[in-house]
């Protein structure tokens, strides 16, 4: 079975710190790869997503950027840390190829900026 | 612009009764549609899902009905349990575009009271 895993579950970072989010995912092979924010009382908002290593989409411009070292692996970063950067941070991974595909996602990380 | 709403921030239902959540859309162009269920600092899973071709599914408790010339989709889940109580939230999606990332809608908080 498959299964994906986020770490850490929860972050205190200063404003103006560095960011590194990990994910990876286990039991598949080429799956896509989704980083989504959930601020505090509103919906989910997809970041980034990636149907491969090295292709990353950015759905909206942010302080933020992801990466996709390897297959199952995928990473969110920030070199400086704004306030406006707190949240619940969710990774997803989804089948690729034919067929609609429902997403799964990990256990989020609270990243709280001080 | 918001393309999936979920027009309900909260419902409350008694436990055995019938619990419906509604979620319009405005994208004709989605053809796949799920729901998904979380629970405070977990990340949300998924419950069931629709596509196009059909009006209805059903996983045990839980119905999801479509209503394409509406652009409104609705879960029901009979009967209503303590442990129902989470947000749900509705997402839409495009196969004919490619791998198209799922758009959320805010959430519905679901109070199921024994």
């Known amino acids: 079975s498959q299964t994906i895993h986020q770490w850490p579950a929860t972050l205190v970072q200063p404003v103006g710190s560095p960011l590194s989010l990990e994910c990876t995912v286990e039991?598949?092979?080429?799956?896509?790869l989704y980083w989504y924010r959930q601020a505090a009382g509103r919906g989910l908002q997809l970041l980034f997503y990636?149907?491969?290593?090295?292709?990353i989409s950015s759905e909206v411009p942010q302080n933020l950027s992801a990466s996709r070292p390897q297959d199952r692996q995928f990473i969110l970063s920030s070199k400086k840390l704004l306030l406006s950067d707190s949240g619940f941070y969710l990774c997803?991974?989804?089948?690729?190829?034919?067929?609609?595909?429902?997403?799964?996602f990990g256990d989020g990380t609270r990243l709280s900026i001080l | 612009d918001q393309q999936v709403k979920q027009n309900s921030p909260s419902l409350s239902v008694q436990e055995g009764r019938i619990s419906i959540l509604n979620c319009d859309y405005t994208?004709?162009?989605?053809?796949?549609f799920l729901w998904y269920k979380k629970y405070p600092a977990e990340g949300p899973t998924f419950l069931i899902s629709i596509s196009s071709i059909k009006d209805k599914n059903e996983d045990g408790r839980f119905t999801v009905f479509l209503n394409k010339s509406a652009k409104h989709l609705s879960l029901h889940i009979v009967p209503s349990q303590p442990g129902d109580s989470a947000v749900y939230f509705c997402a839409a999606s495009s196969w004919n575009s490619g791998n198209t990332p799922l758009v959320f809608g805010k959430g519905t908080r679901l109070s199921v009271i024994a």
């Open positions: 039991g598949t092979s080429n799956p896509n």
């Open positions: 990636s149907v491969g290593i090295g292709q």
């Open positions: 994208n004709s162009m989605f053809d796949y």
């Open positions: 997803a991974w989804s089948r690729a190829g034919t067929g609609n595909q429902p997403q799964h």
